[in-house]
Nanobody, 123 residues
Framework: QVQLVESGGGLVQAGGSLRLSCAASGRTFSSYAMGWFRQAPGKEREFVIAIGWSGGSTYYADSVKGRFTISRDNAKNTVYLQMNSLKPEDTAVYYC????????????????WGQGTQVTVSS
């Protein structure tokens, strides 16, 4: 069992930056690939970015390439999402998720989910 808790969301102006954190419980964090998804009001949840268990591989949605980066610290059981050059269309609830089967863009691959953190980008 893995419990995930996101933090770092908030209100930011367009062009600004935020860093989200996702803290995981349990001693097997390093066995899981981690992903970030987001859901805007009235829209389906969508893939944002993911990282393999060792941090050696990363996957990005086209909409965030060049602006968002993902990293992890297995010693701290934490994964980070650095968001730069934020746009109003990045406004959403951001969720982190853990997958024992590896990083992927499909939400069905992920076994555990956090409760989400709100990111609001004003124009």
């Amino acid at each position: 069992q893995v419990q995930l808790v996101e933090s770092g969301g908030g209100l930011v102006q367009a062009g600004g930056s935020l860093r989200l954190s996702c803290a995981a419980s349990g001693r097997t964090f390093s066995s899981y690939a981690m992903g970030w998804f987001r859901q805007a009001p009235g829209k389906e949840r969508e893939f944002v970015i993911a990282i393999g268990w060792s941090g050696g591989s990363t996957y990005y949605a086209d909409s965030v390439k060049g602006r968002f980066t993902i990293s992890r610290d297995n010693a701290k059981n934490t994964v980070y999402l650095q968001m730069n050059s934020l746009k109003p269309e990045d406004t959403a609830v951001y969720y982190c998720a853990a997958s024992i089967r590896g990083a992927a863009s499909r939400s069905s691959v992920y076994d555990y989910w956090g409760q989400g953190t709100q990111v609001t980008v004003s124009s």
